[in-house]
T-cell receptor, first 114, second 112 residues
Framework: DSGVTQTPKHLITATGQRVTLRCSPR?????VYWYQQSLDQGLQFLIQ???????AKGNILERFSAQQFPDLHSELNLSSLELGDSALYFC?????????????FGPGTRLTVT | AQSVAQPEDQVNVAEGNPLTVKCTYS??????LFWYVQYPNRGLQFLLK??????LVKGSYGFEAEFNKSQTSFHLKKPSALVSDSALYFC??????????FGKGTRLSVIA
């Protein structure tokens, strides 16, 4: 168990809908990362927050947004969902800001868009 | 652009034999390199990392990796494979403040 929790584990929704994925980092970790894992694209970095502030952005669509709250939990919002958004979404946390710190991954949220 | 390549989608090895999972990187500046393992229906687990210093890095579960700057490689190795090592392995790399880039993953199958 990495200490990172994600809810829900599974989510099935229809095209055009909006969903929110939630992540709680390991105790004491200030950085939160979001990744999308699909069979054809592998693991893609979406966005990073550090202590409430956005630090880095990857291939995140404009339909997606995220935030990190004062208690350090983070939410990833996906809107106007398309079939191609079906994937595993992982949250990871690390102690500090900096890519030389190892990241600890949650179990993921499997999103299915029908 | 930074990139990490894992040239093998699948590696098969007999239990008790040494295993190698290959990774090459293209990163500007001094690289940070990581190996992660993913078991079915689980998130990625950190195995080891190279930041600086000794080129041979030892990690969890008896795994090690060798940083080779001239060949831009960071291959994962284990002297004696176990069936329980069967999983999906990811190499990741970055430098400076740029986000980590992950390879596509290599599926390791250890056969009893």
């Amino acid at each position: 168990d990495s200490g990172v929790t994600q809810t829900p584990k599974h989510l099935i929704t229809a095209t055009g809908q909006r969903v929110t994925l939630r992540c709680s980092p390991r105790s004491g970790d200030l950085s939160v990362y979001w990744y999308q894992q699909s069979l054809d694209q592998g693991l893609q970095f979406l966005i990073q927050y550090y202590n409430g502030e956005e630090r880095a952005k990857g291939n995140i669509l404009e339909r997606f947004s995220a935030q990190q709250f004062p208690d350090l939990h983070s939410e990833l919002n996906l809107s106007s969902l398309e079939l191609g958004d079906s994937a595993l979404y992982f949250c990871a946390s690390s102690a500090r800001d900096g890519n030389y710190y190892e990241q600890y991954f949650g179990p993921g949220t499997r999103l299915t868009v029908t | 652009a930074q990139s990490v390549a894992q040239p093998e989608d699948q590696v098969n090895v007999a239990e008790g034999n040494p295993l190698t999972v290959k990774c090459t990187y293209s990163v500007s500046g001094n690289p940070y390199l990581f190996w992660y393992v993913q078991y079915p229906n689980r998130g990625l687990q950190f195995l080891l990392k190279y930041i600086t210093g000794d080129n041979l890095v030892k990690g969890s579960y008896g795994f090690e990796a060798e940083f080779n700057k001239s060949q831009t490689s960071f291959h994962l190795k284990k002297p004696s494979a176990l069936v329980s090592d069967s999983a999906l392995y990811f190499c990741a790399g970055g430098s400076g403040n740029t986000p980590l880039v992950f390879g596509k993953g290599t599926r390791l199958s250890v056969i009893a």
